[in-house]
């Protein structure tokens, strides 16, 4: 297993796989993407919540039962993403979903992506109640213990709630949306020295992430849409 080098440039490819500039030295992108040559890849796996359009069908279809559903027995869905939430809610229904995700971090290792980064770990704040940070920290346990089989790092992905748990959880470093912006960027330093991928939206939020802690972590700009070079929105910058 090899973590990440501390302090170093960094690119959030989420929105779509292109060539990184010349200083980048890390990289996230999505599961189905190549990882770069002579970089240190993190390979992105939606584990807490379905991916949106076509993905909802096929969990509907081969899956229903582990989509999480409230009382009236409609899907809770993540209304920003349009994502329907995993039911993570049991030991049972955890390990059927290991079925499922599981052989996803198998692909990000047979791959050669160096850590697979698990996104959605704070899906129960979006859960009406049905889940718990408890079903949270149970269920990234097992995908961590998955991926440490594999010889892969394993990013805590945002969710300063589950910091106290994360060297029992395997966390072994953190990528951090906006920690800049909701002043949380000291809690996963605290955590994970200076292994810490932090992307800010905002060009104010950067500037003065890059100011408080450019020096130790590492500080990217994005457009939130996470957009390829070369197409419309397409923002980047680092520190």
Not at 50 to 74: A, E, F, R
Not at 130 to 136: E, F, R, S, V, W
Not at 206 to 218: D, H, I, Q, V, Y
């Amino acid at each position: 297993m090899r973590l990440p080098r501390p302090n170093v440039v960094f690119d959030y490819q989420l929105g779509g796989a292109y060539t990184p500039g010349d200083k980048v030295r890390a990289v996230s992108r999505d599961r189905g993407a190549k990882p770069v040559d002579g970089l240190y890849n993190i390979c992105y796996v939606n584990a807490f919540q379905t991916q949106p359009g076509d993905s909802v069908s096929w969990w509907k279809k081969h899956y229903p039962h582990l989509l999480l559903k409230n009382d009236d027995g409609d899907l809770i869905v993540d209304k920003d993403w349009d994502e329907p939430l995993l039911d993570i809610s049991t030991p049972a229904k955890r390990e059927a979903l290991m079925n499922v995700v599981g052989p996803w971090i198998d692909d990000c290792a047979a791959a050669h992506y160096d850590a697979v980064e698990p996104d959605n770990l704070d899906s129960y704040e979006r859960s009406e109640g049905k889940l718990t940070p408890q079903h949270a920290a149970a269920f990234a346990r097992l995908l961590a213990a998955r991926a440490h089989q594999r010889h892969l790092a394993v990013a805590q992905k945002n969710t300063a709630d589950l910091l106290p748990q994360h060297a029992r959880i395997g966390f072994d470093f953190a990528v951090v949306e906006e920690c800049g912006r909701y002043k949380e960027c000291s809690e996963f330093s605290d955590a994970y020295g200076a292994k810490v991928f932090d992307v800010e939206y905002g060009k104010k939020d950067f500037t003065a992430a890059c100011r408080a802690w450019g020096k130790e972590l590492s500080v990217t700009l994005r457009d939130r849409e996470v957009s390829p070079a070369g197409t419309d929105g397409y923002v980047y910058d680092s520190c």
